[in-house]
């Protein structure tokens, strides 16, 4: 009963303010990779001013009747209000629904766009770690560091097929791997300087206590941490 009261507050909330805080953006292709979990998404925003997008920016799109999800935009061209995403879909949920059934064409709407409070540091070493449900993030941390040079990463997918579809797809130095036990392997040899690297975890909130355990006890002290879900 107490579910049913909340879940009709909600709505109301929704009907009434929704509408006026709702924003529109339009899908221009979406491609769903072969025999993996990820569906790629272009879409253009006409209202985003993605020149002023210096963290890595969240979009909270309104996916279903009360539902929300955060998704980061990833590959943005500011001129022409255009950015992609990478959902993963290896879970079930409205969010996976949501990406599955998206054409060309159809309307998105979202409510805002936000900052992860995420940005690179401006002369360290930029280092990524992530999996499959922060991609997009590693991608988007990647745009924003420059020089390029400047950037490095490991990303842990389901398969080594999808990482050689991630290889493929962009030009991106991020490693590919498919166990945990493989990215720490990764970490330990490359011996990155603790005083000059800066070190970007997302993704399930396990990895992401486990990659800063890992590193803390390395020496390293430049870690910020985003956590995806449990």
Not at 73 to 85: I, K, Q, R, V
Not at 191 to 198: L, R
Not at 200 to 224: A, C, D, F, P, S
């Amino acid at each position: 009963m107490e579910t049913s009261i909340l879940q009709q507050i909600k709505n109301k909330a929704e009907k009434y303010l929704g509408p006026q805080l709702l924003q529109t953006g339009r899908v221009l292709e979406v491609r769903v990779w072969e025999t993996a979990t990820m569906v790629e998404i272009d879409l253009h925003l006409p209202s985003a001013d993605m020149q002023h997008w210096n963290e890595v920016p969240y979009i909270k799109f309104r996916i279903g009747n009360s539902c929300y999800r955060d998704y980061t935009p990833f590959g943005w061209d500011a001129e022409t209000a255009t950015c992609s995403l990478l959902v993963d879909t290896a879970h079930e949920g409205c969010g996976s629904r949501w990406a599955k059934h998206l054409s060309a064409g159809d309307s998105v709407q979202y409510v805002k766009i936000g900052d992860t409070h995420q940005a690179p540091h401006p002369t360290n070493l930029v280092v990524g770690l992530g999996d499959a449900s922060s991609l997009g993030h590693l991608l988007a941390l990647q745009q924003l560091t420059l020089p390029g040079i400047r950037f490095d990463g490991a990303v842990l997918l389901d398969s080594p097929h999808t990482g050689q579809l991630v290889r493929e797809y962009f030009r991106s130095p991020v490693n590919t791997l498919t166990t945990r036990h493989e990215l720490a392997n990764w970490l330990l040899k490359q011996g990155y300087c603790t005083a000059h690297t800066s070190f970007y975890l997302t993704g399930n909130r396990e990895l992401v206590v486990e990659l800063r355990t890992l590193l803390k006890n390395l020496g390293h002290t430049n870690i910020q941490a985003k956590k995806f879900w449990s």
